[in-house]
């Protein structure tokens, strides 16, 4: 068999179609298609604004802007994650911290957070924000993080990066709980514009903020306007009312986005077919299974096992390298963010968050994505076994 990589993007002829009709008409930077996919990802996940951007890191950055993350803001964040859920808080000078996970979900420990929140508040250093990340897909305990924002008095960016389409409690990642939700369109990630990412809110002002700093601080709406009788200064006219950025997707990847959005709820049926597959064909093996929860509905971005120590001796290490030797393009989904050389200058070691480091030490991602074949799944679980025997 060819190498099986552990995620891949589909793309159809009708996707190649959507962006050379682009590359065919007159805008191919900003034009009516990238208000056109932020429309249909808003009503696909039942929130009134969805804000489209060139990538999720800077749908970090400038949502923590527009919630007002500046120097002296505490960020907390989970260790499993991409280095970006942290970095977005470093990058407008606040300071970053962390809250151990919980080790059957991955995602952040309520628990854990709400006794780090006692201690914090007992030294008045609560914190401004919290980022929680659906990892793998699988959304956060949000309606209890919601529960303790509204007690502490922080507010929540959502990095549902994995999560596009996932729902929790029956309603869509990004449509509730949350402040602002953030979803990434990278070539890896459920939903494909090559770049690409999206933020949504409910806020209609937190709304505006973002798209301000999407494009440098400019706004051309009259209605905006900070200068009285500014209207008078003629068409070419235009305001910068703050130091925004160069955050904007294209329209060719507005379109990629669109046409794929069309077919999100088929692409996340093969996923969660594929993830049922998995948990029958792998019940037998020294494995710890990816966690169910009735009360969500999982994206299924990754399908995470963890070696087992209790009934396996292999290392992940042995097992990475054997399984890579094979073909099967496994991967590990994360080092945790903590032991980052850049993190540790800041102060943090091995050891901090153990459950989280835990994990790290003994998880595989196996190959999910929606054009891989039964046969191809047969074939992974049947050199995973191999290995692990
Ligand atoms: C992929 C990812 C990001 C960054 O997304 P980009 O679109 O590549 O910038 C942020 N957070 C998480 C959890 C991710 O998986």
Redesign the pocket.
């Known amino acids: 068999m060819q190498f099986i990589p552990y995620s891949r993007q589909q793309i159809t002829e009708d996707d190649i179609a959507a962006v050379n009709a682009v590359l065919r008409s007159e805008l191919i930077t900003q034009g009516p298609v990238i208000p056109r996919f932020e429309r249909a990802f808003a009503e696909r996940h039942a929130v009134a604004h969805a804000i489209a951007v060139s990538?999720?890191?800077?749908?970090?950055h400038l949502a923590c802007l527009a919630l007002r993350v500046g120097p002296g803001s505490r960020v907390w964040t989970t260790p499993i994650?991409?280095v970006?859920?942290a970095n977005c808080a470093l990058y407008c000078g606040a300071t970053v911290d962390f809250v151990d996970i919980d080790p059957a979900t991955r995602n952040l420990s309520v628990d854990r957070l709400r006794e780090k929140l006692e201690d914090a508040e007992a030294r008045g250093k609560l914190p401004h924000l919290l980022i929680p990340?659906d990892?793998a897909g699988l959304p956060a305990d949000l309606r209890e993080l919601r529960m303790l924002a509204d007690r502490y008095g922080f507010a929540i960016l959502e990095?549902a990066?994995?999560a596009t389409g996932a729902s929790y409690l029956d309603r869509p990642v990004g449509s509730a709980w949350a402040d602002a939700t953030?979803f990434?369109?990278?070539a890896?990630?459920v939903l494909t514009c090559a770049?690409?990412?999206m933020v949504t809110t409910n806020d209609p002002a937190l709304a505006q903020r973002i798209a301000l700093l999407r494009s440098h601080g400019i706004t051309r709406d009259e209605a905006e306007f900070e200068f009285a009788g500014s209207g008078q200064h003629g068409p070419w006219y235009y305001e910068q009312q703050a130091l925004g950025f160069n955050a904007r997707m294209t329209e060719m990847q507005a379109a990629l986005g669109l046409s794929q959005l069309g077919r999100l709820d088929t692409m996340q049926a093969r996923r969660e077919a594929l993830a049922d597959r998995y948990d029958t064909l792998l019940a037998k093996l020294p494995l710890i299974l990816p966690a169910r929860r009735d009360d969500r509905r999982s994206a299924w971005?990754l399908y995470a096992v963890e070696i087992d120590p209790k009934r396996s001796a292999l290392s992940r290490e042995a097992a990475f390298a054997a399984l890579r030797a094979a073909g099967i393009g496994v991967n590990v989904h994360y080092i945790p963010i903590h032991t980052q050389p850049y993190y540790r200058r800041l102060g943090f070691s091995e050891g901090d968050f153990p459950a989280a480091e835990r994990y790290a030490a003994r998880t595989l991602s196996l190959p999910l994505f929606p054009a891989l074949t039964n046969a191809q799944q047969d074939h992974v679980v049947e050199v995973l076994r191999a290995v692990l025997s």
């Open positions: 990538n999720a890191t800077a749908a970090l994650s991409f970006a859920s990340v990892f990095d990066s994995h953030v990434s369109f990278h890896v990630k770049e690409g990412g971005h």
